[in-house]
């Protein structure tokens, strides 16, 4: 036992083993977020579930699942400790987010199916209609820098929907 604790280190420190969602980069990028199959709903940015570090603690992947849709970066302190407690009031709100954007993603997939809209006429209507929930990453936050995130963001939607 003790040549076990010296290899190991002390009893209460658990060994960190390197993050399953980034894989230790710290932060998620366009590849993890494909290989998570999560590009409707992900923007590249820092790792949320290693907070940045690159390792977890092994417990955690067995309470929260790596590609847990609701544990991303603009969480507080506070409500990422409830997600990861399994607490069921934040869990049904996030839940509520994913519901959202899974309607946009339909309403997207609908303007360019049915009404026959372009790619640039549905980023006018969804620019225009504020959609809440949609993630589009603009660095920049300009007019320009927005439409051509949402641009890429409706052809996310045609490609990932075999539209
Ligand atoms: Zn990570």
Redo the contacts with the bound molecule.
């Keep these: 036992m003790s040549i076990f604790k010296n290899l190991f280190g002390k009893k209460n420190q658990t060994p960190k083993i390197e993050?399953p969602?980034?894989l230790g980069k710290?932060h998620v990028d366009e590849a993890d977020i494909i290989r998570l199959e999560k590009q409707l709903y992900w923007a590249p940015g820092a790792?949320a579930?290693?907070k940045k570090t690159?390792k977890v603690v092994p417990s955690q992947i067995s309470k929260v699942n790596v590609d847990a849709f609701y544990l991303t970066e603009n969480l507080t302190n506070r409500q990422r400790n409830k997600i990861i407690n399994n607490d069921k009031k934040t869990i049904a709100k996030a839940q509520k987010h994913k519901q959202h954007i899974d309607a946009y993603v339909t309403y997207i997939a609908m303007l360019y199916t049915e009404e026959k809209a372009t790619v640039e006429e549905i980023v006018e209507i969804l620019i225009k209609n504020k959609p809440y929930g949609i993630i589009v990453y603009s660095p920049e936050n300009s007019k320009a820098s927005k439409k051509e995130a949402y641009t890429k963001y409706v052809k996310k939607v045609i490609i990932s929907k075999q539209l």
């Design positions: 993050c969602r980034c710290g790792c579930y290693c690159g």
